[in-house]
């Protein structure tokens, strides 16, 4: 018990916290979008997974991280399960509003992209921990993103473009942390643009064109531009002090599109006004300063290339996310990390968070 109690201390508590709150803000938006329906089966399951998370993220912080560290085997294990799990999408998930995204269990559906983040930031630090004196070689770049690639493919061809992109912001993040030279840097942009280019032309589907044409050219409010715009009325409805949780119109009229998923941000700016927006970032920018805190002091660059490769991860959705309800970025499909509705996300985060407590309490 005393071990236990020890173990407890050493935990950032401070990170724990600013989880717990910005948790509570998407359950509040999850009661709303239900209440407006009268149906809170979302909003159970959604405290149910909260649950399970914080449970897993303290079980988690008991084992030694250098557990992943040190076990090659048992990381690629993990990652050609994922690929496995990603491939077998195409043969044996339904097919929910035209795509097979999830495997449906029971009531419980699973969304494998998030364990394939987890698992990515997991052997990226791996690798690079091993090799960050020979980063100025190319081959490391490709050996490296040929890890990326796959996913990227299987999750592309879902079609899920907006998780495919959150992996490869993922390794270009880690990339440059792990000091890539600013020549491979410049070719990796230029290849990048080749590849948007091609995939405009060639891949994407018409309604991804659509969301891109109508977020440069807003002028069919009435159809592909319908979303956005819901969204700003709904954020500037809120005002300074919101109009009370339960009570956005936007939300119980109906107006508001997926306001449980990529919207929820909406529904919380609608209902907790500016006031309330300013609590929840200032709780984001506190998980986010702990996440880094950690790497700074990590002891060796595996745990401080897989704290920064998750704070690069939760940064990149919540900017895209935030930048959707804002129409500063296009509808993208991607959900409010900690917050949007969806088991696999929240436990697979919670789980990271175990993560860096284990790192932390082991420093």
């Known amino acids: ?117 987890i698992v990515l930031i997991v052997l990226l630090a791996k690798y690079f921990s091993m090799r960050h004196v020979q980063m100025y070689r190319l081959r490391h770049i490709l050996i490296s993103g040929f890890y990326v690639l796959l996913p990227v493919l ?14 490869i912001l993922m390794w270009l993040g880690i990339l440059m942390v792990s000091g890539i030279k600013m020549k491979h840097f410049l070719i990796l942009m230029l290849c990048a643009t080749l590849v948007a280019g091609f995939s405009w032309q060639f891949l994407l589907k018409d309604y991804q064109k659509s969301r891109v044409t109508a977020f440069i050219f807003p002028t069919d409010v009435l159809g592909n531009s319908w979303s956005q715009t819901q969204t700003q009325v709904s954020i500037g409805s809120g005002q300074i002090l919101g109009e009370g949780v339960g009570k956005g119109s936007q939300v119980q009229y109906g107006f508001l599109p997926e306001p449980h998923t990529d919207f929820i941000f909406s529904v919380m700016a609608e209902e907790w006004g500016l006031a309330g927006m300013i609590v929840f970032f200032g709780a984001y920018l506190i998980l986010i300063w702990r996440i880094l805190n950690i790497a700074m002091v990590a002891e060796s660059n595996f745990p401080r290339l897989f704290a920064v490769g998750f704070a690069i991860m939760l940064i990149a959705q919540f900017t895209i996310n935030i930048g959707m309800n804002l129409a500063l ?33 082991r420093r």
């Open 1 to 117: 018990m005393q071990l236990n109690l020890n173990h407890l201390k050493k935990l950032d508590w401070i990170m724990i916290a600013s989880a717990v709150v910005i948790c509570a803000f998407g359950l509040a938006g999850i009661y709303s979008a239900g209440l407006a329906k009268s149906d809170f089966g979302n909003f159970e399951k959604q405290l149910i997974f909260f649950g399970v998370g914080l449970a897993l993220m303290l079980l988690i912080s008991f084992f030694d991280y250098r557990l992943l560290r040190n076990n090659s085997y048992l990381i690629l294990i993990l990652y050609f399960l994922c690929l496995a799990l990603l491939a077998g999408l195409h043969f044996f998930a339904p097919v929910i509003r035209g795509t097979r995204g999830w495997y449906k269990v029971g009531l419980v559906t699973l969304d494998p992209i998030e364990p394939i983040k």
């Open 154 to 167: 299987l999750i592309f061809i879902k079609p899920d473009l907006g998780g495919s992109s959150i992996l």
């Open 329 to 361: 970025f296009p509808v993208a499909g991607i959900y409010l990390p900690l917050v949007s509705y969806g088991g696999s996300g929240l436990i697979a985060n919670f789980a990271s968070l175990g993560i860096l407590q284990s790192i932390k309490a």
